[in-house]
């Protein structure tokens, strides 16, 4: 190789490396890419500035004239673009966008969990505390059909809770259920006596809406048949019930009432909170002679009792809620409460 030819080749690969170097350092974004960047290009032991320099050493005094100044002129050109890389990763703020993205001395975020709706809440509190009384969970279809939604619970077509304005019907045999009831039904259908069950869930009524009313709540249904049940088995439970989940300050009453499928019947009051008026938590009674020969038990041998509450309300009064309609707005700064 010629001393031009050496030259020209040392020159091109000084060129190829300022460049690549540059490259480097200004992509260089944090103080890690910054280092490795200064180590390849300006390193004292391994750089490849320093390979590029030993180069000098195989040309001629011309040569090193030559390529010595332009090797000045990248080293310069090198180290003055670390310099500035090296600033730019000191100070995140002033650098490009990747930067921005995170400012160290913030406070960190903390991830909001999620937790179950009040009203599953107090479901699942029901269904802990009827278990412990001995009541095992049922469950019963949403849409229902007429026969066990009325027929089975002795209410017959003429009975005005029938009406097509007081249900939500879907067709002559269907409809979705206006009460939890037709459980009891479809239990007793299923299994010989002695039973103690509960079932929770939606119910549907074309009510108007108001503080205390909706056109689809929660039921729990509650019902016990065996041998010598009787009306004070349903008041204790009731009471032990009402004393467990409200607590043994909320006062509540009992008042005779008339439903089909009960004889007798109560419906039973809470005092609401504020103290100044009682509000209706639901029905019970002992379950009507017919409804239990219609399903195949015997009305000599076995008795059983039967209660519906509505679950909403239980959950309002346990947390002094003062309208229904907040248990379905989806509203996080009210389900943020519980
Ligand atoms: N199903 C009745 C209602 O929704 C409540 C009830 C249940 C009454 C069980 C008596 C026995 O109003």
């Not at 490849?48 to 030559?66: I, N, T």
């Not at 969990?113 to 029901?126: I, S, V």
């Not at 077509?157 to 939890?180: G, V, W």
Request: hydrophobic fraction near 40%.
């Amino acid at each position: 190789m010629t001393a031009t030819d050496l030259l020209a080749s040392a020159l091109g690969d000084l060129e190829a490396l300022e460049r690549d170097g540059l490259a480097a350092l200004r992509d260089s974004r944090d103080a890690e890419s910054v280092e490795a960047a200064r180590i390849e290009y300006l390193g004292q032991k391994q750089g490849r500035l320093k390979a590029a320099q030993e180069r000098l050493k195989a040309l001629d005094p011309a040569g090193k004239r030559v390529y010595g100044q332009r090797f000045n002129a990248t080293k310069g050109a090198l180290e003055a673009a670390w310099t500035e890389a090296k600033a730019r990763a000191e100070r995140p703020a002033a650098a490009g966008a990747a930067a921005d993205a995170l400012d160290v001395t913030l406070p960190g975020r903390k991830t909001r969990l999620g937790h179950r709706h009040p009203l599953t809440q107090t479901a699942d509190e029901l269904i802990d505390l009827f278990g412990r009384f001995g009541f095992e969970a049922a469950r019963g279809p949403e849409v229902e059909d007429v026969f066990h939604n009325f027929e089975a619970l002795n209410i017959p077509p003429s009975h005005p809770a029938r009406d097509t304005l007081e249900n939500f019907y879907l067709s002559d045999a269907l409809m979705l259920r206006s009460q939890t009831s037709p459980i009891q039904i479809r239990v007793m259908e299923a299994r010989r006596p002695p039973v103690r069950v509960i079932a929770i869930g939606r119910v549907y009524r074309p009510d108007t809406v108001d503080a205390t009313h909706s056109f689809m709540f929660h039921q729990i249904e509650g019902l016990m048949v065996d041998v010598g049940v009787t009306m004070a088995d349903l008041k204790t439970v009731l009471r032990l019930f009402a004393e467990s989940y409200l607590g043994t300050d909320v006062k509540i009453r009992f008042r005779p009432s008339f439903f089909p499928f009960t004889e007798p019947s109560v419906e039973v009051d809470m005092l609401w909170h504020g103290g100044e008026r009682w509000v209706e938590m639901g029905g019970a009674g002992m379950v009507d002679p017919n409804v239990l020969r219609a399903v195949g038990y015997d009305p000599e041998e076995v008795t059983g009792f039967a209660f519906g509450l509505g679950i909403e309300r239980l959950c309002m009064r346990r947390h002094a809620i003062d309208d229904i309609r907040l248990l379905y707005q989806n509203d996080t700064r009210f389900l943020s409460q519980f």
